[in-house]
């Protein structure tokens, strides 16, 4: 588990032997760290590093890789190749291979308009890439303050994120086959659209079967959808801030309504966790481990199946 507090990032991590977090450590201190409305820090593991990207107000994002032989962590490394373009703050990385990872993010450069960019590491997050635009959108820019999320398997890269075309904030997937270094069009989610002049604040998430399959979990209007690519939306519930995540035990998905946090496992009906916002969701074996914002704390809640 990684968050941000105040200007400082904190990594906490379980045991083979138990599903407890242990005592947070603190990763680094950003000035300026941004880590409101699912800007904070963001977390990828593979079996031999862990990457947090992170990014400060100044609109920098920035990569901090542990080597999990050594256990020690890297200086800050700054993933945008031109400086202070990530100014909302979205951003989100995957671990694909022992030391390959990409990372995706709102970027204002060349036009200030924000469009989703995205670099891969080859080291474990030691350097990057050159960017690349994923997505412009026709109508001059994507959703301003709405997450993006990125999933990722050998050569294969779904980047999601909420658009803004032609007056809709509608949820848009993004699909590469070669490690993304090129992308096809970008794909529109759903059947149905949301036309709003303003910002849901509020970007889903896409997760990976264990196949590789993409499964897209979003919001629209007061509802929350899963999708598949080229198949029709099924509604799930009312709410917001809807996440998935998806093991052995099945697929998972956590959001919050009413300000209560609720976790859903497969066909099982959904259970209430408590009071909070905002929840983040992992499967471990044959148990859920969902983490959410409440009172300025974060909380944590172990469901076995």
Known sequence: ????????????????????????VAVAVLPGLVAGAKRGPQLAVTDQFVVITAVNRAGDVFAYSLDRRTGKWSPAVRVNDVPEIAKEGFQAVAGVAANTFHATWLDLRSDKRNKIMMATSHDGGRTWSANRVVYR???????????????????????????????????????SADGGATFTPAQKLGSGTWKLNACPMDGGAVVLSSTGQPLTVWRRENTLYTCRPNEPEQA??????????????????????????????????????????????????????????????????????
Do not use: H
């Open 137 to 175: 959108s026709p109508s001059g820019t994507v959703c301003e303050c709405c997450n993006v999320s990125i999933a990722a398997k050998g050569k294969e890269v779904y980047i999601q994120f909420r658009n803004w075309l032609n007056g809709s904030r509608d949820l848009y997937l993004a699909y």
């Open 236 to 305: 799930v519930a009312i709410g917001r801030n809807v996440t998935a995540a998806v093991g052995p035990a099945g697929t998972a998905l956590a959001w919050d309504e009413s300000g209560l946090v609720r976790v859903k496992l497969n066909e099982a009906q959904p259970v209430v966790l408590g009071k909070g916002q905002k929840p983040s969701i992992a499967i471990s074996n044959k148990s859920m481990v969902c983490v959410w914002e409440v009172d300025g704390n974060v909380r944590m809640a172990i469901i076995r199946q």
């Open 1 to 24: 588990m990684v968050y941000g507090q105040d200007s400082t990032i904190y990594y906490a991590v379980s045991t083979a032997q138990s599903t407890l977090l242990g005592r947070p």
